[in-house]
């Protein structure tokens, strides 16, 4: 099968590769770049585990032509961390019990950093509704939605 | 809610400085970043790609497996079959000696319920292997099925599983599980009412996030390290030391990382048939369950039906209980003569009545099999008989709450399979539920202790 090479930034840093035409960037991340934080639960566009940013926009890495990111910037859940730092969105996952076997953590958080990123204020409706392409079967929705609300929360108070 | 000290005071340490207090887990900083490696995230190169042919039919014969054109399409490695398996027929619980085998790892001559593996293909990428599993061609004789428990104990129903002779597991107390306590049909005789209600379920899929899978890689010295989402560690070792006819030496499981469980990753399926695969080609194997795999193929909670027939006292007192207990394992037995097994201890319910009579059969019909989830064997139970007492209250125009009191256990009581209560803490909880549900019952209830029975 004929290869494709792709050039993209992650979290930052360059990446090229070469991957098989109609691989997912799901896959390419995955196997090829070695980000392993975006998980795959469904393969077809129903869990969000695989959720990514790319370009500001929240995308399902799973339902993504690897070859349609070429020049994009991909943003994953590993690369959120600043020097060790826990992005607020970490913390209060980590604080609010918001994460129990952790297989839909990272896909979570991208999800609400997407949110957060257009709408730093949001309602708990907004994030009910930012968050309803993201099944959890473990923790329970509601700590995951006062961990969202709590970051939003600090990121207000971080900024004033 | 407010922990109130009276209870247990005397049998109670009161250092529980964890108890109300948040701590992280241990691994949940693996989990904000992204870090945490489950089996998945493993990835070697020349990794092959395990998919299963899998059976369309209910129940069938296979006359013949027809791998040529399989083995042609371009990525394809090698193709399994049950001439490859050392140890094809097994059964997980033989373990702790609850037999007989009764499940191949790739079926052999027959198979008993739609989606059973019959043949393995590898191949370079998944998307080979998948096309290549389509090329399979498996000459089936259709046979009849048995989906419903009650068709299947019928003299003349098809039979399910050979293994076994017949459509229900053979305990050493015969065709069911039995608890007798006191005279069940005097109990009936006295009691002022009778209610006799049957409660019936479904086959519940855990459905969690990650789907059960495993990755293998050879280590080269004839030993082979698994990776797998395994909640079952020890079970799956040894049983895959019973199939592949390997001493556990040789076997290296590497896992605790569980992308949601609930009971649905404790059967023996993926690793075997992976380690086996890695052995043979000496290549890296990932054999990992799709979305649809993961609904239709993995083992289910069972279905269940639960017969109860109660007799009850006009003041409250329950005089008689008589349960038949159905649990439908499907196929194959995988924890199901454990789950039936448990239920027949649990139907009297966290009750003490006088005369108790128990059946609880373990039945094989051509459906999925089922196996473990949260609290199997007892769940299903615990919802008819709390409806059961519902209904009962409502017969003899009592409280539901008031008639749970009169029934609780308490410390010292004879439970029906011949256990005394003790450290019963059934009074106690529903006086809590009472004050925090505000559903006020008597204050004769409210006085009432666990452990101290009133003169
Ligand atoms: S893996 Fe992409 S949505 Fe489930
Ligand atoms: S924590 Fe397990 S799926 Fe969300």
């Keep these: 099968m004929a290869k494709v090479p792709i050039q993209f930034t992650l979290n930052g840093s360059e990446k090229a590769e070469f991957v098989e035409s109609g691989a997912t960037l799901l896959n390419a991340l995955r196997d090829k770049v070695g980000d392993t934080s975006p998980k795959g639960g469904c393969h077809q566009g129903t869990c969000g585990a695989c959720s990514v940013i790319i370009d500001g926009e929240l995308r399902l890495s799973c339902l993504t032509l690897a070859e349609t990111c070429s020049g994009a910037a991909i943003i994953t859940t590993a690369g959120l961390a600043e020097g060790g730092v826990l992005h607020p969105l970490q913390r209060a996952f980590l604080d609010a019990f918001a994460s129990q076997c952790g297989f839909c953590t990272p896909g979570m958080i991208m999800a609400a950093k997407a949110l957060l990123d257009h709408t730093p204020d949001p309602s708990r409706e907004d994030v009910v509704e930012a968050l309803s392409g993201n099944i959890c079967r473990c923790t329970g929705y509601e700590p995951i939605i006062q961990a969202v609300l709590t970051a939003a929360r600090s990121n207000s108070q971080n900024v004033a | 809610m407010e922990l109130r000290k009276s209870y247990f005071a005397d049998v109670r340490k009161d250092d529980l400085h964890e108890i109300g207090q948040p701590r992280p887990r241990l691994d949940s900083p693996g989990h904000v970043t992204g870090k945490t490696a489950f089996f998945a995230d493993h990835n070697f190169p020349g990794m092959l790609h395990l998919k299963m042919v899998r059976s369309p039919h209910h129940h069938a014969r296979i006359r013949s497996i027809d791998t040529s054109e399989a083995e042609k399409h371009p990525g394809v490695v090698r193709i399994l079959t049950a001439r490859d398996v050392p140890h094809n027929v097994y059964t997980i619980l033989i373990l702790i000696q609850i037999g007989p085998e009764d499940e191949t790892v790739l079926a052999d001559g027959k198979v008993r319920w739609r989606g059973e593996a019959v043949v393995a293909v590898l191949a370079e990428t998944e998307r080979a292997a998948q096309e290549a599993a389509a090329k399979v061609k498996v000459d089936y004789e259709v046979l009849p099925a048995v989906f419903d428990m009650e068709e299947a104990l019928k003299p003349g129903a098809p039979l399910v599983n050979e293994y076994h002779g017949q459509n229900y597991y053979l305990y050493d107390s015969g065709e069911c599980r039995k608890v007798r306590f006191g005279d069940v049909e005097a109990g009936f005789a006295q009691a002022d009412h009778i209610l006799e209600q049957s409660y019936q379920s479904s086959p519940i899929e855990h459905a969690p996030t990650e789907t059960t899978g495993c990755v293998v890689a050879p280590e080269g010295n004839d030993r082979f390290t698994c990776y797998t989402n395994t909640q079952a560690m020890f079970f799956t070792l040894d049983n895959t030391s019973i199939i592949l006819q390997m001493p556990g030496s040789k076997l290296h499981f590497v896992g605790g990382t569980v992308g949601g469980g609930f009971g649905g990753k404790v059967d023996v399926i993926v690793e075997p048939i992976a380690i086996l695969a890695a052995k043979l080609t000496g290549r890296p194997v990932s054999f990992v369950y799709s979305r649809e795999e993961e609904m239709q193929i993995s083992s289910p909670r069972a279905a269940e039906k639960v017969v109860i027939k109660d007799g009850v006292m006009k003041d409250g007192r329950i005089a008689a209980r008589k349960v038949t207990g159905y649990t439908d394992a499907g196929a194959y037995s995988r924890h199901s003569p454990y789950g039936a097994q448990k239920g027949a201890g649990h139907y009297p319910g966290p009750y003490t009545i006088p005369n108790v009579w128990i059946d609880t059969y373990c039945v094989y019909t051509n459906r999925t099999p089922s196996s473990a989830m949260r609290g199997f064997g007892v769940t299903i139970g615990d919802?008819?008989?709390?409806?059961?007492?519902?209904?009962?209250?409502?017969?003899?125009?009592?409280?539901?709450?008031?008639?749970?009191?009169?029934?609780?256990?308490?410390?010292?009581?004879?439970?029906a399979h011949r256990q005394p209560t003790e450290g019963a803490a059934l009074i106690e909880c529903m006086q809590e539920a009472s004050r925090a549900a505000n559903w006020p019952v008597a204050e004769k209830y409210m006085a009432m202790s666990s452990y101290e029975k009133e003169a």
């Design chain 2, 383 to 415: 919802f008819a008989l709390e409806v059961q007492m519902d209904k009962l209250a409502r017969l003899i125009g009592m409280d539901p709450l008031e008639f749970r009191f009169i029934n609780a256990y308490r410390d010292g009581d004879m439970k």
